[in-house]
């Protein structure tokens, strides 16, 4: 069945570099996301990546895909204590791209000052 | 307002009773979506609207779970006779169209069940 895996915690010093990986498995996704979640919000679109692309940059966050093996990547340059929050990697259902989407469990990002 | 509503925020409820959950998509968008998360975990699918039927309900855990959608605008998920594994934060989502890339999320309704 379809399944999307993440680590579940990272901790990093504010200025670093962050990188959050994501696997899928479902080799018909359309479309593969991040999404932000901030404590007692509802979920933030970050960025997203079409699946015949291999990379997308946006600023400070820069998307690795790697189809073969099923894995994405978010790099978060030069990472700030307001980017502490919960990233949810998703894949779109199929190829029919619906709008259902299969979602990880979230990586728990902590930017200590 | 500019983003998706729902209402209520929060919510606690007595094991066996029914509750309704509401959401007002973004004015214009045509598919509207239920997503519920449990405490410490990703997203479940449970429905998507494209205008007001449903063409997949697949993600509705049993049938005592239920929505509507109405003029194509706001839709309500029902949920009978509650129980405590019901507890979490359902999430509504909408897009322009269907399978639009963009999906944008209510912050959602905290359902406690006791």
């Known amino acids: 069945g379809e399944d999307v895996e993440q680590s579940l915690f990272l901790s990093v010093r504010e200025g670093d570099s962050s990188v959050i990986n994501c696997t899928y498995t479902d080799s018909s996704s359309t479309y593969l996301y991040w999404y932000k979640q901030e404590p007692g919000a509802g979920l933030q679109l970050l960025t997203y990546i079409f699946s015949n692309m291999d990379m997308k940059q946006d600023q400070r966050l820069t998307v690795l895909l790697n189809k073969k093996d099923k894995h994405l990547s978010l790099r978060i340059a030069d990472t700030q204590t307001g980017d502490s929050a919960i990233y949810f990697c998703a894949e779109s259902h199929g190829s029919s791209n619906t709008g259902k989407l299969i979602f990880g469990q979230g990586t728990t990002l902590q930017v200590k000052p | 307002g500019a983003g998706v509503s729902q209402s209520p925020s929060n919510k606690v409820t007595e094991k066996g009773k029914d509750v309704e959950l509401r959401c007002d998509p973004i004015s214009g968008h045509t598919a509207l979506y239920w997503y519920r998360q449990r405490l410490g975990q990703g997203l479940e699918f449970l429905i998507y609207f494209q205008g007001n039927s449903a063409p997949d309900k697949s993600g509705l855990p049993s049938d005592r779970f239920s929505a509507e959608r109405t003029g194509e605008s706001v839709s309500t998920l029902t949920i009978q006779r509650t129980q405590q594994e019901d507890s979490a934060v359902y999430l509504c989502?909408?897009?322009?169209?269907?399978?639009?890339?963009?999906?944008?999320f209510g912050s959602g309704t905290q359902l406690s069940v006791l």
């Open positions: 989502a909408s897009s322009p169209r269907q399978g639009g890339e963009k999906l944008f």
